[in-house]
């Protein structure tokens, strides 16, 4: 039976527009490969009402919440290929079966790309972050390093001071202005040009890094800039249009969340330059608000 949506996704953005479109009685099926961006963090934080909750809670509290409605359903599974049809989509599951749909939602989410510096992957998303507002409290009140890996370090290194004591460790290739410069020192940030080339600490915690030249700096906890990419084909595949966001591509849409491709919606952080949970959640309603529109719109 041919479902209205069918969200590739089962996150915080996918979740967010099937609860839209299922208390709009439309038939959803959401499928999800069970890899969230999300899941090297043990917590999620500042999203409304469920600060400090492990985002694998979070997800299977919706996911029971989601069920309660009758016209929901959740597969776990991996989407490998989408056709456009005549009347919607076609997808092709890993799991060898086949689903249709009238519209699509893509709620798939970025992979992050760390630099490639020793130890800093098995302390992803515990000691080496990302966004304060996600996680800098947990590392407040500690001395806190900066690792450039673009511009946009500069504008984090600016920013990391109210959590703690910051270096700034510019690889010896992301520079400061004169005026960011001043700025910089204003916030108290102290500077080294010499690049990290590996985060010491047991588990994962940080103690130090270590210098090219042999030097070990304290530091307590780190703050990277990333490089992100698509963490699934499909919107390439399907053929949905691009823009450059500040760590990677995004995917272009319309108010309502919807594609270059008429049908496909989208959500989460494959459309949000910023992203955290709850640009994600918001995005996802907007989505499912988009579908379910345009579903009307086709009845007329």
């Known amino acids: 039976m041919q479902q209205d949506v069918i969200i590739i996704g089962g996150s915080f953005a996918g979740l967010s527009a099937a609860m839209q479109l299922v208390r709009g009685q439309r038939k959803v099926t959401v499928?999800?490969?069970?890899?969230?961006?999300?899941?090297?963090?043990?917590?999620?934080?500042?999203?409304?009402?469920?600060?400090?909750?492990?985002?694998?809670?979070i997800k299977q509290?919706?996911?029971?919440?989601?069920?309660?409605?009758?016209?929901?359903?959740?597969?776990?599974?991996?989407?490998?290929?989408?056709e456009k049809t005549g009347d919607g989509f076609t997808i092709q599951l890993s799991k060898?079966?086949?689903?249709?749909?009238?519209?699509?939602?893509?709620?798939?989410?970025?992979?992050?790309?760390?630099?490639?510096?020793?130890?800093?992957?098995?302390?992803?998303g515990k000691t080496?972050?990302?966004c304060p507002y996600c996680h800098g409290y947990e590392l407040r009140n500690r001395s806190l390093g900066v690792i450039a890996t673009g511009p946009m370090s500069l504008h984090q290194a600016g920013m990391i001071p109210d959590w703690g004591v910051t270096t700034y460790f510019s690889?010896?290739?992301?520079?400061?202005?004169?005026?960011?410069?001043?700025?910089?020192?204003?916030?108290?940030?102290?500077?080294?040009?010499?690049?990290?080339?590996?985060?010491?600490?047991?588990?994962?915690?940080?103690?130090?890094?270590?210098l090219a030249d042999g030097r070990v700096i304290e530091v307590k906890g780190l703050?990277?800039?990333?490089?992100?990419?698509?963490?699934?084909?499909?919107?390439?595949?399907?053929g949905c249009e691009f823009t450059q966001g500040p760590m990677g591509e995004i995917v272009i849409t319309d108010d309502f969340k919807q594609t270059s491709i008429k049908g496909v919606f989208a959500a989460g952080d494959i459309v949000n330059p910023m992203?955290?949970?709850?640009?994600?959640?918001?995005?996802?309603?907007?989505?499912?608000?988009?579908?379910?529109h345009q579903l009307i719109q086709e009845l007329l």
Not at 50 to 56: E, F, V
Not at 102 to 109: C, P, Q, V, Y
Request: cysteine-free.
């Open 31 to 57: 499928v999800d490969a069970g890899k969230p961006r999300n899941r090297f963090a043990k917590h999620s934080h500042g999203f409304f009402g469920l600060d400090g909750q492990a985002p694998k809670a």
């Open 61 to 82: 509290k919706t996911w029971q919440q989601l069920l309660e409605y009758d016209t929901a359903t959740i597969i776990d599974a991996e989407v490998i290929n989408v």
């Open 96 to 124: 060898q079966s086949q689903l249709s749909a009238k519209k699509l939602i893509l709620a798939t989410g970025l992979q992050d790309i760390l630099p490639d510096i020793k130890g800093i992957k098995s302390r992803w």
């Open 128 to 130: 080496v972050v990302h």
């Open 171 to 210: 690889q010896g290739e992301h520079f400061p202005d004169t005026e960011q410069k001043v700025f910089l020192q204003q916030r108290g940030v102290r500077f080294e040009d010499t690049p990290v080339i590996e985060v010491l600490g047991e588990g994962t915690d940080i103690s130090a890094v270590k």
């Open 223 to 238: 703050y990277v800039g990333l490089k992100t990419q698509m963490a699934s084909s499909i919107p390439k595949q399907l």
């Open 275 to 292: 992203q955290n949970a709850t640009f994600a959640s918001a995005s996802g309603v907007m989505a499912g608000v988009g579908v379910h």
